[in-house]
């Protein structure tokens, strides 16, 4: 049977898809949505193509560092669930056998730097393609869309270094002594369009960052971490002519959600202003209350 799964290669749930198709026997399509142009739209078949549509339109299936990832079984829609098991479920309530287990990866504990560096200073250092490959800066995150070399998936792997290339830079960490204390991600606002991120649909801005993700880990928060990645940002977007940075937040903090760019009091004294506020609903009818956040540089 044909399993589609439609993905940006940020948000993918490539493991879910790879283990789906190893253990059912399916044939996997892939559908990078970063890849595919408006123009080539109608000759995609008609259930990707609504997908597709309905991501590019704004609606509940995007989250704010990109589409969420959509799986179609014999051109079915199958919920995507956080847990795999979940999700092995749902195909197996569609008559599927699975001829063996998922296998997982297990969570880690973080790395720290290959160096012992004593300075408690926050020290911001970018990504590179050869931190991405494994060979060198730490997976600054135990999330599986942020994870370097053979933790990671491929399509994430692929992006992050191809953007890196075209852009200079995709992501940085914020380094406290010689402990990983947070991160930054970003890409320019026409990228943050084709991956279907959270309100973003004005694609001939091309002078402005959008940051897709920002966080800091528990213990380090309150010690200016996030400003230090968003001042190194804009001072990259400065030598790159870059003339504003934006981005969608929480407008506070809530109990039973948080995006991967949190909320608007980590932009606090950082220079980001409120440009407007928009009410969005999630699947479950739940109201959330995101900012749009911007930042001249």
Known sequence: MLLDWVFCPYNSKGAFAREAEACFD?????WDITQIRDAS?????????????????????????????CFF??????????NIHDFFAAIEQRNMARSREPVINELFVHPRLPWERRDQHVLVLPVTAKDIAGY???TPSMKEDV???DIGNPETLEFMTLATRNYGKMMSIAFIGSDVAGYITHVPKPLANRMGCKFVDEIQDKGVMQIIDLYV????????VEKSLIGNLAEFCRKNRHQKIEVYTLETSV??????TGHSAMY???GFKTKKSIKQKNQENKEYDFVLMTMET
Not at 73 to 82: D, F, H, R
Not at 217 to 224: A, D, H, I
């Open 26 to 30: 399916l044939v996997l399509r892939r």
């Open 41 to 69: 739209i109608s000759l995609l078949p008609k259930h990707i193509a609504g997908c597709i549509k309905s991501v590019r339109s704004n609606n509940e299936r995007k989250e704010t560092q990109g589409a969420k990832p």
């Open 73 to 82: 079984l014999e051109g079915e829609e199958l919920p995507c669930y956080q």
């Open 136 to 138: 060198g800066l730490p």
């Open 147 to 149: 994870r370097f070399g």
């Open 217 to 224: 880990y528990p213990q380090f928060r309150g010690g200016g």
């Open 255 to 260: 109990e039973d959600y948080m995006p991967s």
């Open 268 to 270: 606090d004294g950082s």
